[in-house]
């Protein structure tokens, strides 16, 4: 089987992180009710087809203000949910031998902008709002509702999206500008320690406090007789 002509930005999909070329992926998945499990086919994620410009988190405290004859009176409620805003592009709508294309008539003898990698992406995408972690039964009805999952640079994000608005610009014709915004039920942190441990005989032991390297043999130590 020949190789793809036109291949995304990240041709390993989720490994592409451990690839060695020193990129992350943004990666959505779908979790069951367990919310550890992927009810997705083993092996896919939605891996978006270029990575999002600008993803920011909104961390926000519920604090009611009552005005009263003696004052204001400030009720604290603890934090609310994480915002996480996503601004990103389709990425070019490139077709062969006819390069980028921004033609939406399906009569031409080319094809149009819908049959690119970029386009399938975006309809991934915009699939991924619809749906919401959803999985309806042949009547439409919710059989099952999950939970959306992102995960980038250490960060694994649970929630759902709640908002996802597209615009196409008239000096940027040939992809779209995408803008979503997601609320976030549950956020997990992996920390990534920058101490090595050659061995596991110098890992910590739980009474033992962490060291960098094994302890020094006392007799390596040159003598001074003037110390």
Not at 27 to 43: A, H, N, W
Not at 154 to 165: A, E, K, N, P, R
């Amino acid at each position: 089987m020949s190789n793809p002509l036109f291949k995304g930005a990240f041709p390993a999909r989720e490994d592409e992180e451990f690839s060695g070329r020193g990129v992350r992926p943004v990666i959505f998945d779908i979790l069951g009710p367990d919310r550890e499990t992927s009810i997705l086919p083993v092996g896919i994620s939605l891996v978006l087809h270029v990575n999002p410009s600008s993803l920011t988190l909104k961390y926000t405290r519920t604090i009611e203000r009552i005005q009263t004859k003696g004052g204001f009176v400030e009720q604290h409620w603890g934090d609310n949910l994480t915002n996480i805003g996503i601004e990103a592009s389709s990425g070019g709508f490139m077709r062969l031998y006819s390069g980028l294309s921004n033609i939406t008539s399906p009569a031409t003898t080319q094809g149009s902008r819908r049959e690119t990698l970029a386009y399938d992406s975006y309809l991934d995408l915009l699939a991924l709002f619809h749906n919401n972690g959803s999985v309806f039964d042949s009547k439409g009805q919710v059989a099952l509702q999950g939970i959306v999952k992102l995960t980038f640079d250490g960060g694994v994000y649970l929630g759902w999206l709640d908002s996802f608005t597209v615009s196409e610009e008239a000096d940027k014709p040939y992809q779209f500008s995408i803008s979503t915004g997601m609320s976030i039920d549950t956020e997990i942190q992996v920390w990534r320690t920058a101490v090595a441990y050659n061995r596991v005989s110098d890992t910590p032991q739980p009474d033992q406090p962490a060291v960098a390297h094994p302890p020094l043999d006392p007799s390596l130590i040159p003598y001074d007789p003037n110390y």
